[in-house]
């Protein structure tokens, strides 16, 4: 297979509107937006001077690449539509198996960036991990060149690999937020802002990041001093989930200790 | 009561070395350092020109602020040895009352930095809040000028308020660094390295600190997707702590989404 060049986008959400950026930057040409909302469609279709569509089947055909860029379930409802042949199909999902695809099309693939988009925040794509997979070894190799023009880390990863990360980055990402969550509420309950904790959750991360997060560990449930976990739970008494997570958690950072 | 000047360092750790460096900085003079370790004791004195004591009853008497940057069992045997009269005595600690100091020194106070501190990373220290509180109003006022010559942002709490602001600190800082210490073990086992969470970790963070983690959450639990859920639930089934965590935080961000 040659280069990956011509491109079809279905889908004009963060990931689909920020990969066909990335993809514009690294010299490919997008010929087609498609998707069901018209203004995001229109305004992708319009940045990229491509095409547009707001109808599944008349995707122009004979490009080199059909990107989902699709919640899990829009790609089930819209795959079947699509009526590719030998045109190579791939989505963007951390958790869907790439033989979903596999009735709807002769060459599939995944090409799944490891980062949480956003549509207000820019995100630097040379720093995304790309893990692709493909149905056969050239579609591989020709999604692997195509990652490596966007980004500095990219590597194969099959379905079952792709759905272990995607796990890892929920507790990555939206579990570590969750925390900033409930911290936000606790801190909000005393009178005191969110801006408080900002200096505290830039250094833990990159205090993880520098030092690997069981090296930077720090606190209570740590260094197993009981008496503060109790009385943290006791105050926790009106905040009964709250209460259930810190325990939980103090227990899991406990039992991490134990096995070194 | 004049500026606080002179000051007498009680722990030689992490904590007790930073502020004091911080003190040194903001034109405060180390007048003596005491601990228990010797090496680090002679090692902060020397740094500071201060004189130094492994022995807590041979504390020179006298000076502005005796700071006591101990963990809150030492804080507890250590006190009662420090036979102070009117000298103002604090204690760093997020967790523990300020009345534990009343039964042996007559001006007590505490001042708190909400900061994960660690030897090997020094710390801007001017980003830093500081929590202050004294039994006297003019021991507070000489606590918040100290704090104000550190720090840009200095407030007064008392112990309750601290101990709650110290609860949402577990969870802002050593409950999001267990969710990484967690996402790295999951990624081991895909055979990936830690490396390729780090542009996650780093974009989570700040995306939290500029739109606020409600608005930043992203992820299956935030869009309630079950299918999903399940099957990363079915895939923890040889770590049912990971597990318990995964579904207990899901059902959190869920019920925060309803509560909207």
Redesign the interface.
């Given at each position: 297979m040659n280069d990956i060049r011509n491109i079809v986008i279905i889908g004009a959400g963060n990931v689909g509107t920020r990969l066909a950026h990335a993809f514009r930057d690294a010299g490919c040409r997008i010929v087609q937006v498609a998707g069901r909302r018209n203004a995001a469609v229109k305004a992708l279709a319009d940045e990229m001077e491509a095409a547009m569509t707001l109808s599944f089947e008349e995707i122009v055909k004979g490009q080199d690449l059909y990107l989902l860029a699709l919640?899990?379930?829009a790609i089930l409802e819209v795959v079947p539509q699509l009526g590719l042949g030998h045109e190579l199909l791939v989505h963007t999902s951390g958790?869907m198996p790439m033989d979903v695809l596999a009735p709807y099309a002769e060459s599939i693939g995944v090409f799944y960036p490891?980062?949480?988009?956003?549509s207000?925040?820019p995100?630097n794509m040379a720093?995304?991990?790309v893990l692709v997979e493909a149905g056969r070894i050239e579609h591989e190799d020709a999604l692997l060149a195509l990652g490596r023009r966007l980004s500095r880390?990219v590597?194969v990863?099959d379905s079952t690999?792709r759905?272990?990360?995607?796990?890892?980055?929920?507790?990555?990402?939206?579990?570590?937020?969750?925390?900033?969550?409930?911290?936000?509420k606790?801190?909000a309950?005393?009178?005191?802002d969110?801006?408080?904790?900002?200096?505290?959750?830039?250094?833990?991360?990159?205090?993880?990041?520098?030092?690997?997060?069981?090296a930077?560990?720090?606190?209570?449930?740590?260094?197993n001093?009981l008496?503060?976990i109790e009385?943290?739970l006791a105050?926790?008494g009106n905040e009964p989930?709250?209460q259930?997570?810190?325990a939980?958690?103090s227990k899991?950072?406990d039992?991490?200790n134990s096995d070194k």
């Open positions: 919640p899990d379930d958790s490891l980062q949480t988009f956003s207000i925040r995100v720093e995304v991990p880390v590597s990863a690999r759905q272990r990360v995607h796990i890892a980055a929920v507790f990555a990402s939206n579990f570590s937020n969750h925390m900033y969550a409930i911290a936000q606790l801190m309950e005393s009178g005191f969110f801006e408080l904790l900002v200096p505290l959750i830039r250094e833990t991360a990159l205090k993880a990041i520098e030092m690997g997060p069981g930077a560990q720090t606190g209570p449930a740590k260094r001093d008496k503060i009385k943290h105050m926790l989930e709250w259930q997570i810190y939980l958690l899991s950072i039992n991490q």
